[in-house]
């Protein structure tokens, strides 16, 4: 894009800011739109009572059908809120779709899927396979392109968490220079 278009947005001074700026927003809509189509399935399949972490954690906690602790959830999920995950891990119990674990030898608690968390997941998947992976898998080169994002998407989540913790170390003036 021409600099013309961009020159007087905060966010976009010069070519990589505006490029930048413009995967911000992506990212954005698509976590957005992400979230819309999971209300919209869960709606379907009888979980419209999830939010969407809550939805999220649920299938973390199916992943590969082992159970899950509260610090290996948030640890899976980039997330570091454990609080409200344990809120939610309280929720999906509550309403029967995990189940805690009490680790053996110590007081940790894991959690595991319920018959009826597995029933309502696959319920789910079986959904999400015929609407929306068939839609993927109409884009021409699918499998290639999206390990490609899979990957640029780690190394950019990377430069976020580095960017982060050095932001922490930094002081804020409020004298202008």
Known sequence: MKSKYYRNWHLAKDETEFKVTELEFALMRVIEAFARWVAAADEMVGLSELKHAEHVILHVIRMQNRPKSGATIARLLNRDDLPNIQYSLRKLESIGLIQKIKEPGNKNHSYSITKIGENLTNEY???????????????????????????????ITGIYEESARSSVSLNHTTEQE
């Open 125 to 155: 998947s079986q959904m999400r396979s015929e609407i929306l992976i068939r839609k993927f898998r109409s884009i021409a080169e699918f499998d290639g392109r999206v390990e490609d994002a899979t990957e640029l998407l780690a190394i």
